[in-house]
Nanobody
């Protein structure tokens, strides 16, 4: 079982920035062997995929509405994946979750489908408000 812990959420004004972290732990865990996705959810709406980093080759994927504003990256030594969020908008307000699945079981074409991921963190709240 992979344990994922998100951090870095908070309250920020429109136009501001936040960096979310997703720290992964498990026996023998290595980021190169996993796809890590970031999702977000607001009450009453479906959880939506916003970014993914495919560990095997470092490929990255983004939802259209965050492209150019959000950047996903990783630190293999720390088993941590980051989501740098710039130019934040009110509509970015949500609970943000990270998720993981082994690359050997992962279909990149479905990177934004929550059913593609087996392991989930508890989420961190991001609120963008003036």
């Amino acid at each position: 079982q992979v344990h994922l812990v998100e951090s870095g959420g908070g309250l920020v004004q429109p136009g501001g920035s936040l960096r979310l972290s997703c720290a992964a732990s498990a026996s023998g865990f290595a980021l190169d062997d996993y796809a890590i996705g970031w999702f977000r959810q607001v009450p009453g709406k479906k959880r939506e995929g916003i970014s993914c980093l495919y560990g095997a080759d470092g490929s990255t994927y983004y939802r259209g509405s965050v492209k150019g504003r959000f950047t996903i990256s990783r630190d293999n030594a720390k088993n941590t994946v980051y989501l740098q969020m710039n130019s934040l908008k009110v509509e970015d307000t949500a609970v943000y979750y990270c998720a993981a699945e082994e690359t050997r079981r992962f279909d990149n074409t479905n990177w934004n489908d929550r059913d593609e991921y087996k392991h989930w963190g508890q989420g961190t709240q991001v609120t963008v408000s003036s």
